[in-house]
């Protein structure tokens, strides 16, 4: 009896000493219906956030173990305009790369271990976005927001972005 209760002791130190060495990245919208740009349709709203929160994770997976990164999005203007005049059941966005580039406003805070090693705001843009080289596929749901993202992770947490290579 004693044997099995040192073990599952054991086995909780274990589990407990790896969970503190599990890197991760929380995701928070702030007042996403008041934001600058997103789809009027709140499925599809719902879409645009929840891409652009799996994009956040897959960039947080490369942190190195023990370290969280905490990201509050407060503004998100997409890449193009919303042109309601073509509007079919969806929102159509027309890019004509003049003053319609990707923008987004943020506040992250990354910590290792429950300790703030480094937090900040963030204005993100790239006007340039049409005239850039983009490794993702153009049927990529937000390719240019999520280049941009790259980006500002790659200067700010010095970590580059493996991305998808071109067929």
Do not use: C
């Not at 963030?122 to 937000?142: G, P, Q, V």
Request: charged content about 30%; cysteine-free.
């Amino acid at each position: 009896m004693q044997k099995q209760t040192t073990r599952a002791l054991i086995a909780g130190l274990a589990l407990l000493a790896s969970s503190a060495a599990w890197a991760g990245t929380e995701v928070h919208f702030t007042k996403p219906d008041q934001f600058t740009d997103v789809p009027f349709d709140p499925r599809e709203r719902e879409d645009v956030l929840n891409e652009l929160t799996r994009h956040f994770e897959k960039l947080g997976a490369s942190l190195p173990p023990g370290q969280t990164l905490k990201i509050d999005v407060t503004d998100v203007d997409l890449a193009g305009r919303d042109n309601p005049s073509m509007r079919a059941g969806r929102d159509i966005r027309v890019m004509n790369g003049r003053a319609d580039w990707p923008r987004m406003r943020l506040h992250y805070v990354l910590e290792q271990d429950g300790k703030v090693i480094s937090s900040g705001d963030a204005a993100l843009s790239d006007m340039s976005y049409m005239t850039r080289i983009n490794h993702y596929f153009s049927n990529e749901k937000l390719r240019y927001e999520k280049l941009m993202i790259d980006d500002w992770y790659a200067n700010t947490f010095g970590i580059k972005t493996k991305r998808q290579a071109r067929k």
